[in-house]
């Protein structure tokens, strides 16, 4: 999935002229004219020369380097990537998660990316992330609700969920876990 499928990106992509003075093409022309390759360095040269916010910054040279290396991967591709080499035998677990979730009604939407699959319901609800070689995470999106068991508190994990649920075997995908991601799917 392209970065710009995203709707928040494509609002900052339609705000940035005024937010930062120029379009997003312009902003590629200085990217371009700056000659540098790195992430880091890129950044560096949009805040403190240019004066842009973190968020513009960091949205500006992904999209421009994700261009550069030819486009976005497809949410296949991303997906085959997680599940390569040592973490191959997590993928029939993977695929029993999405089912189960698509389960819950027509409008969840999967949005890979490098590292996980965000789950969506027009906005993010969990996420499905092969940590090890030997453990599935899920991410879910649980407001006011107190970790307990095996609802771990997610915040040190990934700052996009409130919770993390730990799978070390496919038997660990219970009705408990189906549960959690159901109420976090009808919060969303």
């Known amino acids: 999935m392209a970065y710009t499928d995203d709707p928040q990106v494509q609002s900052m ?60 991967a497809s949410d296949a591709d991303l997906v085959a990537a997680q599940y390569a080499g040592a973490k191959a035998d997590l993928k029939p677990l993977y695929d029993h998660i999405v089912k189960t979730v698509q389960g819950f ?24 992330q092969p940590s090890t070689k030997e453990r599935m995470d899920i991410g879910v999106i649980l407001r006011d609700v107190e970790p307990q068991g095996r609802l771990e508190a997610g915040s040190s994990w990934n700052s996009m969920c409130t919770h993390r649920i730990q799978l070390h075997r496919p038997e660990d995908f219970d009705d408990e876990v189906v549960g959690y991601l159901k109420q976090a799917y009808e919060a969303a």
Request: net charge positive; proline share 4%.
């Open 105 to 128: 009604g027509g409008d969840v939407e999967l949005a890979p990316k490098k590292a996980y699959v965000s789950l969506r319901r027009g906005k993010q609800f969990g996420l499905v």
């Open 13 to 72: 992509i339609d705000n940035m002229p005024e937010k930062t003075g120029k379009s997003l093409e312009e902003w590629f022309t200085v990217l371009k004219q700056s000659g540098l390759e790195k992430h880091g360095e890129m950044m560096k040269l949009l805040k403190d020369e240019h004066a842009v916010t973190h968020g513009f910054a960091n949205t500006i040279v992904l999209i421009f380097r994700q261009q550069a290396e030819g486009g976005p």
